[in-house]
């Protein structure tokens, strides 16, 4: 079995030989066949078992595709081969022709339910805030970010927002100038406005929007100071006009901020910030502390931990979605540069941690390509040892049997940000529907988004973007309805609320309508 040509020689571009040092001479070489066909002996045996059982007995040719898919050793049509070196070759890659194809593609439509260890874990944090306040993030701080902070520590000083503003560069504050710009103006134009009119009884009825008086919104930092996520959560509070911007974000072990961050924090109308991060920063934004205010609605992305924290403290506040780890989807057909392709995929990758990264394409072709060049790219980045542990475990590259399909896989999906690289961009855009955010055409990276456009990059994530939409201006407004009538409108509205009275067995309901009319 092992002499099958499943497993033949320099199948894959670097060589059991190579991979584990021998030489190809004489002993060291019989000595490396060996090995060779006893490690593929056994990985056939293992597969062919695991196939038999998920893809009930297969036939012989579903089962080597199987094994050749998950070798990383072949993908795409007419038996063209994919060569992807060693340090790749742990991303998932599959062809529709594939065996394994079919019960992946059906894990591909999420639900954001929390790991059981996620949800224990952040409700005894919830505990230790509730019950210790200024102690306990003083402690899991401590836990958490190895930071030593007093309980005026907590917060960021007055004096540290100076400095920070002193010391930012030209280029920073010009960066956050027109970041903000285009923030206020895309939430100027989705803000909600008051109306009024006549309903059929003649009862004047309408709505009106006001700002939250107070906000909470959560800045991630750990492996970067993001500081664009402070200017796309606050910034759209400030659009609203909400007078209270509070701001949690984790300092470093030194219990600093990064300065860039603090200035973006200011400049985006921060009222108050502390340096706790995790789910203790939104416990103690929900449920307040002897020092900290607690808010009434809460802000921003952040890791699971944080998204879960959200997710449990919902009715002792309002949030504003589920923004978890960074993910893109891109789907693509062969018109697509492939370069481009492979650079937004790593741009999302840089963000390290539960990122996921996904490749849908009709081209086999363009697939090979872009493997191609996310190797060649990755050399040449700076947190490339950060981007190879996501391409390792939350990344997968499929060839798709239709654009039918890729449309199917992505509104099941539900993407945070999808971008769309195709020769029908109207018809294939008509029938996305769940995507956070939607970039259109090869010259619009997913970074601009990230940075500059103007919508939040604040997304649903985890396949959330079913049953939630990003963060909008508009969730910064809290609705009221407002109802007036007079006499004639009582009297035209009565015999329909005696009615439901009736109905309902509310008499007092109808009672103290009717009590209006009589003289």
């Not at 056994?42 to 998920?54: G, N, P, S």
């Amino acid at each position: 079995m092992a002499s099958s040509a499943v497993f033949e020689k320099n199948r894959a571009n670097v060589s059991i030989e190579q991979y584990l040092g021998f030489s190809h001479s004489g002993r060291r070489k019989a000595k490396c066949e060996e090995i060779e066909n006893f490690v593929a002996f056994q990985i056939y045996r293992m597969l062919t078992h695991f196939v038999e059982v998920v893809f009930q007995k297969p036939s012989l040719r579903e089962i080597v595709q199987f094994l050749l898919s998950w070798l990383s050793l072949e993908v795409g049509e007419r038996g063209r081969k994919v060569h992807v070196s060693r340090q790749f070759k742990s991303m998932k890659i599959l062809s529709h022709r594939d065996a394994g194809y079919t019960a992946f593609v059906k894990r591909l439509r999420r639900r954001a339910i929390p790991e059981d260890s996620v949800r224990d874990l952040v409700s005894d944090i919830i505990s230790k805030v509730a019950f210790g306040g200024d102690d306990a993030l003083i402690e899991l701080t401590n836990r958490f970010d190895g930071a030593k902070l007093s309980r005026k520590e907590l917060f960021i000083s007055e004096k540290e927002f100076a400095n920070a503003e002193a010391g930012v560069r030209d280029e920073t504050r010009e960066a956050v100038r027109r970041s903000l710009k285009n923030i206020h103006a895309f939430a100027k134009k989705s803000m909600r406005k008051g109306w009024s009119g006549k309903n059929a009884e003649g009862a004047m009825v309408g709505e009106r929007f006001t700002p939250f008086d107070r906000v909470g919104v959560y800045v991630p930092g750990g492996k970067a100071p993001l500081v664009s996520t402070a200017l796309m959560t606050a910034g759209f509070a400030q659009a609203a006009g909400v007078p209270e911007i509070f701001a949690a974000t984790p300092c470093g072990a030194d219990g600093s901020v990064n300065p860039a961050l603090l200035y973006a924090l200011r400049q985006a109308g921060v009222t108050q910030a502390i340096k706790v991060g995790g789910a203790q920063a939104i416990a103690a934004m929900a449920l307040g502390t002897k020092t900290i205010a607690p808010v009434d609605r809460i802000f921003g992305p952040g890791n699971r931990f944080v998204v879960e924290a959200k997710r449990q403290l919902v009715g002792a506040v309002s949030i504003d979605l589920l923004p978890g780890p960074s993910e893109i989807l891109i789907l693509a057909d062969a018109s697509a540069k492939a370069a481009y392709i492979a650079a937004d995929l790593l741009a999302q990758a840089e963000h390290g941690g539960d990122s996921a990264v996904g490749f849908l394409t009709t081209s086999a072709s363009l697939l090979k390509k872009v493997i191609a060049e996310i190797e060649k790219q990755t050399a040449l980045l700076t947190r490339a040892k950060i981007i190879k542990e996501v391409l390792k475990t939350g990344t997968f590259l499929l060839h798709v049997k239709s654009m039918e399909e890729g449309i199917e896989l992505v509104n099941g999906y539900a993407p945070e940000h999808l971008s769309l690289v195709v020769k029908d961009e109207d018809e294939v855009l008509a029938k996305i529907r769940t995507a956070g955010a939607i970039y259109l055409g090869a010259d619009s990276p997913v970074a601009v988004g990230d940075f500059l456009a103007g919508p939040s990059h604040t997304l649903p994530t985890g396949g959330a973007g079913r049953s939630f939409s990003g963060l909008r201006a508009d969730q910064f407004q809290r609705r009221t309805s407002i109802v007036k009538m007079d006499k004639a409108a009582v009297e035209k509205s009565l015999p329909v609320i005696e009615e439901f009275a009736l109905l309902e067995g509310l008499d007092a309901h109808g009672k103290s309508t009717s009590i209006r009319l009589k003289r």
